[in-house]
């Protein structure tokens, strides 16, 4: 809607320097209409409203894996590792 706005300043203001006939009010005219017609085309669109709060799941509360210690350290692996990656021993 500013853009509009703004866009719609420009045009008034090319209206208003083609039937002035005063000097200063046609420089006054070219200087609004720039500056608006600039802001009319470069002003950012706005930003889109956030997300909905129910949008995002919660985190599981377990954990995905399961893991088993190993016997030589006593460090939480992977159940399907047979080498511990800590202590390089077999689980």
């Given at each position: ?16 320097f ?51 210690l ?8 992977d ?6 990656p ?6």
């Open positions: 809607m500013l853009r509009i706005t703004f866009l719609i300043s420009g045009i008034l203001a090319s209206i208003n083609y039937f002035t006939e005063s000097i200063i009010v046609q420089i006054l005219s070219i200087i609004c209409l720039l500056i608006s017609l600039g802001i009319s085309v470069f002003w950012p669109d706005p930003l889109p409203p956030p997300p909905a709060p129910d949008l995002w799941s919660e985190a599981p509360e377990s954990k995905e894996r399961d893991m088993k190993c016997s030589n350290c006593g460090k939480a692996v159940q399907k590792w047979s080498m511990c800590y202590c390089s021993k077999k689980v």
